[in-house]
Every structure is written in C-alpha cells, then in structure tokens.
C-alpha cells in the first residue's frame, strides 16, 4: 500500500558497527545447532521412519490421559497422541509393527487363497492389525456416538528411507543451484557469501530449532526448510543488488559504509515484506490445522533468521571476501563516478 511503511526512509543505522558482536552471535547458535543435531538427531516423522498416522473426531471431548493409557495397553508400542484444532480433533501416530514369522505366514497363506480365488480383498498385515486394534479401542471408549475418521495413512520404513536420501539431494541440488545463480549474477564472492548465509547458517539453524524442540520432522518440514533457503537468497539478492548499484556508483567510498548505505535503503523493503508474510504465516500457524503446523512452525523461524542473516551475515562477509568496484562485472548502464 503507498505510504504505509514500517521503517522510514530516511533511517540511518550502522548495522557494519555490530558486526563481531553479529558474527559471534551466529557463530554460537551454528555449533550450538550442530551439537544438538549430533547428539539428539530430528524427530522423524512418520514420513521417514514408517508408521501410521490416525486422524479423526471423536463425538465427545476426550479424556486424554485415560484415552493415551487405553491404547497405550495395547502392546503396539508408544502410542503418541495430539490435540490440534477443535478439542475434538486429535492426531494418533503409531509406531511402524515388526512382522512376526506367525504374521508373516498368515500373510502369505491369506495371499495363496486371494490368489486361487481371484480374490483382490486386502491381506491383514501387522500394520492393519494394530490399526484395527486402535478402532476397536476407540469404539469401546466412545460410547456415545462414532469416531470420524478423517484420515489413515500408512508409510513402509523403505519408503521412509526413500525419502530421506531424495530429501538430501533435493537440498544439496538446491544449495548448488543457488550458489550457481548468484556466481553468474554477480561475483564468486557474492556466490560464497550468501550459500554461507543461506546454508551454513538459515538452514542449520532451522534444523536446531526442530532438534530442540523436538518438533516433528516429516515431508511438509523439508518442503519447508527448501522455501527457507530461496526466501533468504532473495532477500540476500535484494541486499546485493543495491550494493553492487552502489559500489558502481561510489567507487570512493569504503565498502564497509557503501554496505550500511545499501542495507538502509532496501530496510523498509524488508521489513515490510517480511512482516506482511509473517501475517499470514501466523494466520495460518493458528488456523491451519495439525497437518501444517510443522511446515508453518520452520517458515516463521526461517524468514526471521533470513531476514537477519542478509543483514548481519551475507552483507559484511563481503568485506572479508575481497570484493573491489573492479573486480565488478562491467553494466551496459554504467553511471558516472560519485564520490
């Protein structure tokens, strides 16, 4: 909207000033999230290790310790349970079932008869067994009406390896592309200096974030972390761009003022953009539901610690890199020299 903004244009901060204070700060929280990605590793979803997810409605609102000690008692393992919207709502998760050699037989025998018979009806694996268990379960608690099924999906652990190994070469792809863009957009010090800002900081801080918490890492939170990497790149760019567009301008001021220039003149950009999309995140964290909590939960983390990283990272790195106005490759729309 014109002339709403949150930072006035006029605003003139020394962010260079900060920047030991910046870079120790980032520093911390990378080995902090290391460590913790090294000793306590991401709660897998059932996306990755296998299992099955269970969501319904329940005609009443449940009594979740005695529901969770019910189906607890089944035997199937730890049971999680998880409100989510509506006190109705809840999210059951059960472990991926070892097949037993009895399972196992019956399996095959059930398949043989189907076979003979033409017969295409389902065979009771481990899985659907304890699926079943779960319903009768269910049904016995809530006497007052039916349990809505609204969801029951099943992940074999191959298919969960599967998605693990396509998920690291979607993100190292990903990291190469971006590197990629940049070195032909602007210089290798520009290319180095926001794949450090994007990668070894936006991401790696995103996943400790999720280590420590403990928050459920699936599919959708991958999806995430990617949407993190481009969201601070084209932050990063914006930075760049008017860095470079300064730098051509002012070939005799130090890099390190041209760089606290560039930085308050896109400021009002950032901040604007970043607020509105945090609006709609937030919008979203509250009423999206369970499904998308995780992937909503990694974007609001990762668009404030994109948006700090061009500032505090990308930007002053830039400094260390070497980056000269000759080293700049030639515009078709150079400006005459400033001072």
């Known amino acids: 909207m014109r002339g709403l903004t949150l930072i006035p244009h006029t605003i003139n901060v020394n962010f260079f000033r900060y920047r030991y204070f910046a870079f120790l700060l980032s520093l911390a929280l990378v080995f902090g999230s290391f460590f913790l990605l090294g000793t306590r590793g991401l709660n897998f979803g059932i996306d990755f290790t296998g299992g099955t997810a269970i969501e319904i409605r329940t005609p009443e609102k449940p009594d979740i310790g005695k529901l969770r000690e019910g189906l607890n008692a089944l ?24 097949e037993t050699p009895e399972s196992l037989k019956v399996y095959q025998d059930c398949l043989e008869q189907n076979r003979k018979a033409n017969d295409q009806t389902p065979c009771p694996t481990a899985q659907s067994e304890a699926i079943a268990k779960v319903q009768g379960r269910l049904k016995s608690f809530f006497k007052s009406g039916e349990v809505d099924y609204r969801r029951v999906e099943f992940v074999g652990p191959q298919v969960g390896e599967e998605l693990k190994r396509q998920g690291l070469i979607a993100i190292t792809l990903s990291i190469l592309a971006i590197m990629g863009y940049i070195w032909l957009r602007f210089e290798w010090q520009f290319a180095i200096s926001a794949t450090v800002a994007t990668t070894l900081h936006d991401v790696v801080l995103t996943l400790g974030l999720f280590s420590l918490t403990r928050m459920q890492f699936d599919v959708s939170t991958l999806a995430a972390i990617l949407l993190v990497a481009g969201y601070s790149v084209n932050d990063t760019v914006v930075v760049f761009d008017r860095i470079r567009e300064d730098m051509r301008k002012y070939k005799k001021k130090p890099l390190a003022e041209l760089i606290n220039v560039a930085i308050n003149e896109t400021l009002p950009r950032t901040t604007m953009t970043s607020f509105t999309t945090l609006l709609a995140l937030f919008a979203l964290y509250i009423f999206g539901g369970e499904v998308i909590r995780g992937f909503i939960y990694a974007l609001i983390f990762g668009i404030v ?29 150079q400006t005459p020299e400033a001072a």
């Open 75 to 98: 035997g199937l393992g730890d049971v999680l349970i998880q409100e989510f919207g509506q006190p109705q709502d809840l999210l059951i998760r059960l472990p991926q079932q070892k």
């Open 305 to 333: 610690v994109g948006t700090y990283s061009s500032i505090y990272v990308a930007a002053p790195l830039l400094v260390y890199l070497g980056v000269r106005p000759s080293s700049l490759k030639p515009s078709g729309d």
